[in-house]
């Protein structure tokens, strides 16, 4: 998404200036919100510290967000392209919803680790999968735990929630009960299906790279074939030219 | 399977007419199916004023396949091709079988969400994704609500059934028990496996794209070298026609 | 398997002679098992004529291969490549094996339905789908109905159970108990795996046939392009023959 | 892994060397570690013993993978490209992870199956899925067998799970409840999602193949093409070297 865009030169540039800064908040507000749903006994005094503090960072995505629409020139064009990163600044103002608020750390995140490992495909996916799994056993503790009827209530059962659903195995021995954990699940499932699409989608191309390989030399002999034609008319041509000045001497 | 056919001129003209007001019907349809299943309060009075309105909206469903079948020239090579829709036509005259109306709907909005967003697979997927997914809950909801055994008796259990049976995921905390349920998961199943197989097979043609885009550039080379063959062989014959004439002048 | 050989004539003739009545005597097999797994109510004699008959009908089976054996002329090369034939005809003597004989008559006629429908995949799919889910309903339903513990024990339930595993969705409401049980469950998940990766298979090769299609057309240029080099350069030939002589002339 | 390396030719021979040994180690290990998990009634010295030498196996392992080490003369290299290697040779020590003992001994044995049946995919797949299932199966009874709320306490259990879990079915009537045991689950389920990626990857890949093939056809007959039109050229010039003979003589 943060190509840079010939036709949006001030947003590219403020863009090219604000990954690095951006990048570093998403991992402070990822570790900051690891720490409050982990550390259960913290004083109240803390949990209020470190619940300003990851809404600060929100208020920081949200305002670059708005910073971003102004510097846009194709006002209408920006909004369609970014309906999606709108909607998840948007939504976690309803507190149901500020699970939400994760998606938007982790597109940042995934951007760099795309940028940083692209063409290695294998470590992408994994480091993917690790990131979306933790921020996701994070987010249904987080959602579960306070609810009487949950079943996941610690951090272990939640990593093992997590893994059951991203491999679509999903046994039922723990389950998410909430509206808030449920929406994480839904996330998970798109993940998981993803998942199977882009494992099953490399060996395929894998496969079929090698068949592909066999009929690439097929073209290659063509090539050379017509190659070799082209020069054999070359030389037949300064022949001619040569047979020509020789009948018109004659 | 509206497109046009050039075998059946008058079959094609009647659908070309009949494409937007049937749309629109199957609309109305969703809608108050959704209301009946979902406003649980109405009076008994509303209750059958609404079974009439869905089964008169069904029963032109029917009226229009009969006419179809009364248009087409071939009816038996008609027969063949809409034998899936002539059962989900005549099928939910069982009363057990009548959520399968919803399929005759689905179809009609499908083909228009096809016909908008043609070469936008993604859009074209998750719309479809989402009527599915929407219509099931309602039917699973309507069949499973009044048995003493049911698991899924709201609309959110409902939804949350939907998609843990659509990403194949299947906890096993909410099923279906009575046959009219495990009807609609049938179909979800079905819709899952064929989600996960257009999934993959865009992501692995999208890999296989990038291969035979490789190879495109050789078979583009081998066309311009070919070109550029004809072009010297062209000016090879206006060469030896002069030098004919030379020769035959001297 | 039954393709004709050429280094095997008198297997191949037998193999061309047996192919229906075969086909006829396992669908009778199969009505029959049918009707003995769902017809509990039938007095003790009838139940063991049925089963002698069942038990009739697998030794046809099992004399027809040790026929094919001492027809084969290479009988090493025969072994090894029935090897799982043979397994099927013989491990049902073992009784907690019976489920198996079904394989035997799954593959005669799997046969058939594969020459049938031959080229028409869909088709091909769903009956071997529905042939595999029948048997694995009566088979599991055969198997656990006498366990105590069992929680499939009607023809419902076993059909249910069939559609939850064979989608890999496995809500876990209904599963096998007994070992017979969990080794057609087994045969089903193999049989799962299988029907997602052809599903998956068919939508991939369809999007990669697009990409191939618009590629050809690139080849067929090329293709129209060196035909019409060739017909120019047996012009010139010409040309240079009628000058060559007119040359001779002058 | 394994490949030999033109820039350690030392390490290579020592591979070479001790290929076969390993192999027989990684054999004798899993032989007595699914008789210490499955043989529950021997005496304590016996048990004693087995575990020694079950530890000196590991330990002969470690050893190989530090005199590797010491051989490699890239010493970064080697450790960057080994780091699963070292992981899972060190991990065990810590008595949670000792079943990681068992992915040393499967990657061992899993070359040889890969080196032996190179080029036979179906037989290749089998045996290792095999070999991973009965490995899951007897680490995770070892690790379940002694927690008080274990549902997995006997090897029949342990094979049904292990089943439910690589298809990705995932009843739920059996699961891991013990740390030791979910990370056996998590090895399997990645096996799982590998497993549906390679049938479906080959299914798809034969597709392809088939429709391939009809395009190399065009290919061939490009080839066929352009070699005639060389030959044509070719006595064009011959032709021409006469005709200017006899020019020139005339």
Known sequence: MRHSDPLEPRLSAWEARTDLPLTALAVIFLCGYAWQVLHTTASPTTVLWQE????AIWAVFAVEFVIR???????GRFLWRHLFDLLVV???M????RALRLITVLKVLNRRVGTTFRGRIGIYVAGTILLVG?????????????DP?????????????TMTTISTVGYGDRYPVTVEGRLVAAALMIGGI???????GVIASWFVQKIAGAEESIEESIQSEVKGLRA?????RTELKRAGGEVSRS
Chains 1, 2, 3, 4 share one sequence.
């Open 232 to 236: 054999e008319i070359a030389e037949l």
């Open 90 to 92: 948007a939504l976690p």
């Open 52 to 55: 300003i503090g990851l809404w």
């Open 194 to 200: 993803a998942l199977l699409g882009v494992v099953t």
């Open 134 to 146: 933790l921020s996701a056993s994070l987010a249904v503790l987080d959602a579960e735990r306070h």
């Open 149 to 161: 009827d949950a079943n996941i209530t610690n951090f272990g059962d939640a990593v093992w929630w």
């Open 69 to 75: 629409f102004t510097l846009a020139q194709r006002k």
């Open 94 to 97: 309803v507190r149901q919803l």
